[in-house]
């Protein structure tokens, strides 16, 4: 996709002249397309919204032990280097049985994997990372703070691949009625959200419109995913717009001591979101293109921070609005082009081609994987054996990992697959394979 030739204002010559940074846009045919400046369109924040980071290592039995003994006792709160959280036990679909929650801190601690022992090495431990907490503390005082509450959690804590939401704010813009006919992408899942209720669709197959679109999905949320939505309209909701409004004035500051934020104007932000396994895929493919090397660090937040720029490049070029056929819509350009994330560390790295890594689906890893449960349910059925026991015994196969990096490429979870295994051990028992 091209994209379409921007022009300024030239005060002098009284007339329109071709800049790299011009927020006026003509096509070479149709002429005159779209003028941002006259629509007051200006950036006003760019930020990590998101940050997820996995650990491997096995349950701390003692920790175990305890958290346990104080779901017992129904003890609401819980005290972990110095702080108070609030205990619970969390839901299945989370994918971890405990979780620990401080907001004041913003931090969300999930761990002990429900289809994992805890003895057995896992990625039993997740940390869920606010923009409170990141805003306050440099990209190393987060490496530190969550190794060490891992190092409390975990035994053998190794920080694995995280998860990072990429998010630019912006103002004088919002979707057109033809948002989601516009975008072009791989993926035909798109979520609608009007305030009212919740649309998904095949982008093949729309044929509706909506009144005043709030928000937007496209992709699957275990790989690459877009999300538009109307930022002041959920920061309100979730009573978080005073601390955002201070964060876009701050993002804007003029020399004079103004700001460039117009509070009478609505923010839409526009967020890329990288899943764990495409984090992971880009640390092993990436290569140095000076030296050859293959392979980038990318476990930590300090590590993943240095590369936001090529994943937020990566990420809309994944999402693509269009203008037409030929030619990117203009505010995808500006978001290419304009856009900078103001952390030290993120500066463009020209000696990285980045390029994610994929296992090759050869038959071994494809169809043989599928004959392996099959035939080990349809034998463990046969001798009655009670499914949770039958899991046990598969996970601790030394090629279970493979078999779940597998199906993650495949769009299905490990909680995911978990349950169908579960469903197909059910069907061979009502089959009477143990009679």
């Known amino acids: 996709m091209k ?47 998101t940050f997820r980071q996995l650990f491997r290592g096995r349950l701390n039995p003692d920790l175990h032990t305890d958290i346990e003994y104080s ?71 987060v490496d530190a703070y969550l190794k060490k509450l891992s190092e409390r959690i975990l035994v053998g804590a190794e920080a694995y691949y995280p998860a990072i939401h990429l998010a630019v704010d912006v103002q004088g813009w919002a979707p057109e009625r033809d948002f989601t006919h516009q975008m072009k992408c791989k993926s035909k899942k798109c979520s609608q959200y009007t305030g009212l209720e919740i649309v998904e669709f095949n982008l093949h197959e ?13 992709g699957h949320a275990n790989a690459v995913q877009l999300s538009v939505y109307n930022k002041t309209i959920q920061a309100k909701k979730i009573d978080k717009f005073d601390y955002m409004e ?42 140095d293109i000076k030296t050859g090397e293959i392979g980038v660090k990318m476990n930590t937040y300090s590590d993943a921070i240095q590369h936001i720029h090529s994943l937020w490049q990566y ?80 996970q601790s196969l030394t090629i279970w990992n493979s078999i779940t990096v597998h199906y993650e490429e495949k769009e299905t979870t490990e909680h995911q697959l978990m349950d169908r295994l579960r469903d197909s051990y059910k069907e061979r028992e009502l089959l009477g394979y143990g009679i």
């Open 3 to 49: 994209a379409l030739d921007r022009y300024q204002w030239n005060e002098d010559k009284k007339e329109l002249e071709l800049s790299d940074k011009g927020l006026v846009f003509r096509h070479p045919r149709y002429g005159h397309i779209a003028d941002f400046a006259e629509q007051g369109f200006q950036i006003v924040g760019t930020y990590i919204d």
């Open 71 to 141: 779901l017992t006792l129904k003890e609401k709160t819980y005290q972990l280097l110095g702080q108070d959280w609030i205990l619970a036990k969390s839901g299945k679909n989370s994918g971890y049985q405990y979780r620990l929650q401080n907001n004041q801190l913003g931090l969300v601690i999930l761990f002990k994997q429900f289809h994992a022992k805890a003895e057995t090495p896992a990625s039993h431990l997740k940390i869920e990372c606010s923009p409170w907490f990141l805003d306050n503390r440099q990209p190393k005082e």
């Open 206 to 218: 729309i044929t509706g419109t909506y009144d005043r679109g709030q928000s937007f999905a496209f």
């Open 246 to 287: 201070h964060k876009w004035k701050n993002s804007t500051m003029l020399e004079d001591g103004t700001h460039g934020y117009d509070s009478d104007k609505e923010v839409f932000r526009i967020e890329t979101r990288f899943h764990h396994s495409v984090v992971q895929q880009f640390a092993l493919g990436s290569c």
């Open 315 to 394: 990420g809309l070029k994944s999402f693509q609005l269009t203008f037409n056929r030929n030619y990117l819509d203009p505010v995808w350009t500006i978001l290419k082009e304009d856009v900078v994330f103001k952390y030290p560390e993120s500066s463009y790295k020209d000696n990285l081609h980045y390029k994610r890594y994929y296992k090759k689906a050869t038959s071994f890893t494809g169809k043989n994987y599928q004959l392996i449960l099959g035939n080990f349910l349809s034998a463990c059925a046969r001798e009655s054996i009670p499914f949770d026991t039958v899991l046990e015994e598969l």
